[in-house]
């Protein structure tokens, strides 16, 4: 295992931001500060802002963990600036976080790596009305089937995101999904388990945490069901069959090195009637609110948030060592 982070060093972690998901970044943030605080080890808590970079350069931190979620936390811009500036960060690098943000892309990656995933399409909302908004949509259920799940290709947390059970739904959910970004990925509907599987390197290897199987009370994992307290029931480990659980761990894991990623990711997978594994997308800087399903695989495997925190930054304190 990697040297634990010490008292003397200075963390610190940015959260917040402009996204839709600046509300759960923050909760993020305040739940990761406490757990390193409690942990021993000094950190500080800042939102993204014209004063950031020249904080990184004139005070640099021993190490930045990003808990930004949504755009220019997940798409790797962040990163690109703390590479620019010298400072060591806990998680992927720009161009894996590119890769797995942006869901169609991901998809393909990880199809070419032997994995199952729904077949789908991405629309850019101006290819959607140049080329004849009720003729696409007419072909995308031809072609598709139903039921289809519409979400935007580059985003998280379930917002603009629904699912489409008959043809006069997808006009709604189309409009829906582009007041969150600019392109629409349409999939088919896997019913079965969903089960979230995360990776962490916190040794020699990756490993996964125990699969969480998500059951919201309304029966979709949307924004309500994701950060309302009692709204979803989250069984840890997932009851699913030890084959079905060991290929959610396989497909978690063989997305995490397709896609290059590395400290922490996880995978949201849907187990089918059959216990067909499918791959639905990877978050490369997963929440970690109270309702949040990292904190609950890491206490699950009977970790501590602040212990698992602090590994990944002696790790990633140790990988700018090297540079």
């Not at 931001?17 to 970044?25: A, C, F, I, K, W």
């Not at 917002?159 to 739904?169: K, T, Y």
């Not at 922490?264 to 009637?273: E, F, I, P, Q, T």
Request: a negative charge; aromatic letters at 4%.
């Amino acid at each position: 295992m990697t040297e634990a982070a010490t008292s003397s060093q200075r963390l610190l972690v940015v959260s917040g931001g402009l996204s839709h998901e600046r509300d759960v970044s923050l909760r993020s943030g305040r739940r990761v500060t406490g757990a390193l605080r409690r942990h021993g080890l000094e950190t500080e808590e800042r939102d993204v802002g014209p004063d950031l970079v020249r904080a990184l350069r004139d005070d640099p931190p021993s190490c930045v963990l990003p808990l930004l979620h949504g755009e220019a936390g997940e798409d790797g811009a962040l990163r690109e600036v703390l590479e620019l500036v010298g400072v060591p960060y806990v998680g992927a690098r720009p161009a894996a976080c590119r890769l797995a943000f942006d869901k169609s892309v991901a998809k393909v990656v990880v199809a070419q790596a032997g994995l199952q995933t729904p077949a789908s399409v991405a629309l850019p909302a101006e290819t959607f009305r140049e080329v004849g908004a009720a003729i696409v949509m007419d072909t995308l259920v031809e072609r598709l089937g139903l039921p289809l799940v519409v979400k935007p290709a580059r985003g998280g947390s379930a917002l603009g995101c629904s699912v489409v059970r008959a043809r006069n739904e997808l006009p709604a959910a189309m409009v829906g999904c582009f007041s969150y970004g600019p392109v629409a990925l349409v999939e088919q509907f896997v019913a079965g388990a969903e089960v979230a599987v995360a990776v962490i390197e916190d040794g020699p290897s990756a490993r996964t945490l125990p699969a969480v199987e998500i059951r919201p009370d309304s029966g979709i994992y949307d924004y309500m069901a994701r950060y309302t307290a009692g709204a979803t029931e989250f069984v840890v480990p997932a009851e699913v069959s030890d084959d079905a659980g060991a290929a959610c761990a396989y497909a978690a894991l063989t997305a995490h090195r397709a896609l290059g990623l590395r400290d922490l990711s996880r995978s949201d997978l849907v187990v089918d009637a059959d216990g067909t594994v499918w791959f639905l997308e990877v978050n490369v800087a997963p929440g970690m609110t109270e309702t949040s399903l990292v904190p609950l695989a890491v206490e699950a495997a009977g970790l501590d948030l602040g212990t698992v925190c602090a590994g990944l930054v002696a790790r990633a304190i140790a990988r700018g060592a090297e540079r």
